[in-house]
């Protein structure tokens, strides 16, 4: 039976404290669905994740899973609750390097076990860990586990008929099209089976137990021998990793890392269909490890059945909702959650100002520019838009934090008075702006707009102010002025109007993309 509810603390960075005595466990706990997706930095602690789980079925992930210098004061503690009313809890205390004293108790309805002893990291035998290997076989559960990209294991019989459904996203097979003007064999005579050659593109070598006969698009005489070992990497990474699911038992639960590795994009979208058939005709529960913008496209996965995760080096946090309300927004979770920080913006115009004003800065005071879609992004989030998240604004918040490294620029408007752009006076109580300002990094304008920032010369050619509010001139564009002012503008100096509080505020931004990069200002 699949995981209902895990739990923990001081499991190697995650969830650190040094509480000791009492486990209320309720900062890292997770329900899992049927198909969970778990994303995060580089060192956040998504294969701790899985390590987690791992421990429930392999008595050796004991020895490395709990933080190796927790002080006498702490422990370790890890919870997993089943579907089928089974309870696995794990203990943790440090005895100096290397060695860790753990317990471990299996609960069922009816009975339990327990074992407890000294663990030593050392040990390569592994003997220290048999009384708990024999504790946790108690549990009987189905946990496999793979982190390979290959066919190692898999029997051709059992691989064949996954490369043959999805032939036709195997560019240079029969069943992918051959661009028109591209040289081919021509089969010598009539062909009366191309349907099923297109059908059947792959078939087992008479010659060689390890090789496969493959039809290529550009040849209609002949398939091809081809050993498994130089099929392409994307192929065999797509089809192994489907084969290998193929053949795990029914109600088991699999634990898969980075499975878009050598897969385009267009090919991983494919693999989420048929990891999606595969696991619900087996009764499976998955848990994805990735760093795929495509694997955290909530709208490619059955709500229902999959949950999205954020681990961030302390820490895992659900963000299945946050996701849902990006994608109204019509953003991909992906593009914001791993970009390295986030710029929100209110619109496209916005983003050419910023840019370029960052761009000049630089240029001034002889730093490194920051690069667009590497140091930084901008997201527009339109104004608008934002006030219809929830009455009180939680919604837009928790999605603008779905990254951490955030910083949130929005217009004065009638909200706020006062110069002082991050710390200005609001007048406008319920204003969803002061809510995101109490929470991120926020940059209200020192003016109306945005755009009241421009030099004289530039704003007056495009808006005008009546009674206190800034408006674009008939017969003029936001957008066509902001890219004048890009192509124009080329000191720093000139950029803004003075007396204006830009210079400072663009030199506040520069320091948080540095932050964001782990780079000196």
Same mark, same amino acid.
Request: with cysteine; aromatic share 12%.
């Given at each position: 039976m699949t995981i209902k509810k895990l739990k923990f603390k001081n499991i190697r960075k995650l969830g650190f404290n040094s509480k000791y005595g009492k486990f209320n466990l309720t900062d890292n706990v997770i329900n899992p669905k049927q198909i969970n997706i778990i994303s995060g930095p580089n060192g956040s602690g998504k294969s701790t994740m899985l390590d987690i789980i791992r421990?429930?079925?392999?008595?050796?992930?004991?020895?490395?899973?709990?933080?190796e210098n927790m002080r006498a004061d702490s422990q370790?503690?890890?919870?997993?609750?089943?579907?089928?009313?089974?309870?696995?809890?794990?203990?943790?205390?440090?005895?100096?390097?290397?060695?860790?004293?753990?317990?471990?108790?299996?609960?069922?309805?009816?009975?339990?076990?327990?074992?407890?002893?000294?663990?030593?990291?050392?040990?390569?035998?592994?003997?220290?860990?048999?009384?708990?290997?024999?504790?946790?076989?108690?549990?009987?559960? *189905?946990?496999?586990?793979?982190?390979?990209? *290959?066919?190692?294991?898999?029997?051709?019989?059992?691989?064949?008929?996954?490369?043959?459904?999805?032939?036709?996203?195997?560019?240079?097979?029969?069943?992918?099209?051959?661009?028109?003007?591209?040289?081919?064999?021509?089969?010598?005579?009539?062909?009366?089976?191309?349907?099923?050659?297109?059908?059947?593109?792959?078939?087992?070598s008479p010659h060689d137990h390890e090789s496969v006969m493959v039809w290529f698009n550009d040849d209609q005489s002949q398939p091809n021998q081809v050993r498994l070992e130089n099929l392409p990497a994307g192929w065999k990474s797509f089809s192994g990793l489907l084969t290998w699911l193929s053949i795990q038992p029914e109600e088991s639960i699999c634990i898969i890392e980075?499975?878009?590795?050598?897969?385009?994009?267009?090919?991983?979208?494919?693999?989420?269909?048929?990891?999606?058939?595969?696991?619900?005709?087996?009764?499976?529960?998955?848990?994805?490890?990735? *760093?795929?913008?495509?694997?955290?496209?909530?709208?490619?996965?059955?709500?229902?059945?999959?949950?999205?995760?954020?681990?961030?080096?302390?820490?895992?946090?659900?963000?299945?909702?946050?996701?849902?309300?990006?994608?109204?927004?019509?953003?991909?979770?992906?593009?914001?959650?791993?970009?390295?920080g986030i710029i929100w913006i209110e619109g496209v115009s916005d983003r050419i100002y910023i840019k370029h004003w960052l761009d000049l800065f630089c240029k001034d005071t002889e730093k490194e520019t920051p690069i667009e879609n590497v140091d930084y992004a901008f997201m527009p989030y339109g104004g608008a838009m934002m006030k219809h998240f929830s009455a009180d604004a939680t919604d837009g918040i928790n999605v603008l934090m779905v990254n951490k490294n955030s910083v949130f620029l929005a217009d004065k408007d009638n909200d706020y008075k006062g110069d002082d752009s991050l710390r200005p006076i609001l007048i406008k109580p319920g204003s969803y702006k002061e809510k995101i300002r109490r929470t991120l990094p926020t940059w209200i304008t020192q003016g109306y707009t945005l755009e009241n920032y421009l030099p004289k010369a530039l704003f007056n050619a495009t808006f005008e102010i009546e009674d206190g509010v800034t408006k674009l001139k008939s017969g003029h564009s936001k957008v066509k002025a902001a890219y004048k002012f890009e192509q124009e503008v080329k000191d720093f100096s000139s950029s803004y109007a003075h007396g204006s509080n830009l210079p400072q505020l663009i030199e506040w931004l520069y320091k948080f993309i540095q932050s964001w990069n782990f780079q000196d200002s």
């Open positions: 421990c429930a079925d392999k008595a050796t992930m004991l020895k490395t899973i709990s933080r370790a503690r890890i919870e997993i609750e089943f579907f089928d009313d089974k309870t696995m809890i794990a203990i943790f205390n440090t005895q100096g390097y290397g060695q860790s004293y753990a317990g471990i108790l299996i609960k069922s309805p009816n009975e339990s076990w327990n074992y407890q002893g000294l663990i030593d990291i050392a040990n390569k035998v592994d003997n220290d860990i048999f009384g708990f290997s024999l504790c946790i076989k108690m549990l009987r559960k *189905n946990i496999s586990y793979r982190n390979s990209h *290959n066919l190692d294991g898999l029997l051709i019989e059992d691989i064949i008929p996954h490369l043959n459904r999805d032939a036709s996203f195997l560019i240079g097979t029969a069943a992918s099209k051959l661009k028109d003007d591209a040289f081919f064999y021509e089969s010598p005579g009539k062909i009366t089976a191309l349907q099923y050659i297109q059908d059947n593109c792959f078939h087992p980075e499975p878009e590795t050598h897969l385009h994009p267009h090919l991983q979208r494919v693999l989420i269909k048929r990891l999606r058939e595969i696991s619900q005709k087996r009764r499976q529960q998955l848990f994805i490890s990735t *760093n795929s913008s495509i694997f955290l496209d909530y709208e490619i996965w059955d709500k229902n059945a999959t949950n999205l995760y954020v681990t961030d080096g302390y820490g895992i946090k659900e963000f299945n909702r946050s996701a849902s309300y990006l994608s109204i927004m019509g953003f991909k979770p992906g593009d914001i959650f791993q970009a390295n």
